[in-house]
């Protein structure tokens, strides 16, 4: 599963009205071709909140997986990740666990918190691609489920980075177009923040 501003970042990692934010690609919400997935599971098809966005990164696979895939690292490089703990131990697998937490902003219908995200790696295929889901809960907010999808394709010049996440929970499908704005946003900067990271690095391993 993904800033937080006034609830157009709400939980931290998507929403979905993308204004093309930084060099993420305008792939965003209208899905093109078969859908997406991590072996041949994806985002829920159901979900009335959801966005997807893209980018290429211009350093090395292994750098941009290893950054995204150690979770404990999360804060470092990730301004909205307050706290993050693995709940098993070892690289993470299908079937991994971990917690984290991000602060979510007052709106019009919700108050501001603190949500606390228990994800769990539903697909997993190294250098591929990795699924995760779980719920979000703070004091007076709830998305029930959020699933998450990345996938990592080698390109010329780099990896193009795809993805796209869905909420589901009566509380946020109380207000589609907010829950989706926030959502949108926290994604974009999800991947602006990764390929701001991943592109650093290859310029200090100089």
């Known amino acids: 599963m993904p800033r937080i501003r006034p609830l157009a970042t709400l939980f931290a990692i998507p929403l979905a009205v993308a204004a093309t934010l ?4 305008p792939s965003a919400q209208a899905a093109s071709g078969g ?7 994806g985002v829920d098809p159901a979900a009335q909140i ?10 090395p696979l292994s ?3 290893k950054l995204q895939t150690d979770v404990e690292r999360w804060p470092a490089w990730q301004a909205p990740v307050l706290t993050m703990k693995r709940l098993d131990p070892g690289p993470l697998h299908k079937g991994s666990r971990f917690r984290w937490t991000t602060p979510a902003p007052a709106t019009p219908t919700t108050p501001g918190t603190t949500l606390s995200i228990t994800s769990t790696v539903r697909q997993l295929q190294r250098g591929s691609c990795i699924l995760w889901s779980g719920p979000a809960i703070g004091e007076g907010l709830r998305i029930d489920e959020g699933v998450h999808l990345w996938k990592f394709t080698k390109v010329k010049g780099g990896v193009r980075v795809h993805t796209e ?3 589901t929970g009566e509380q946020v499908e109380a ?3 907010t829950a989706t704005e926030a959502l ?6 999800w991947l602006r ?4 990271t991943a592109e650093a690095d290859q310029t200090d391993s100089r």
């Open 22 to 25: 930084g060099t993420a690609t």
């Open 35 to 41: 859908a997406p997935a991590c072996r041949g599971e």
């Open 50 to 59: 959801r966005h997807r966005t893209d980018t290429v990164i211009k350093a």
């Open 63 to 65: 750098t941009i997986w």
């Open 165 to 167: 996440e869905t909420w």
């Open 175 to 177: 207000d589609v177009p």
């Open 184 to 189: 949108g946003q926290g994604l974009e900067q």
């Open 193 to 196: 923040d990764l390929k701001a």
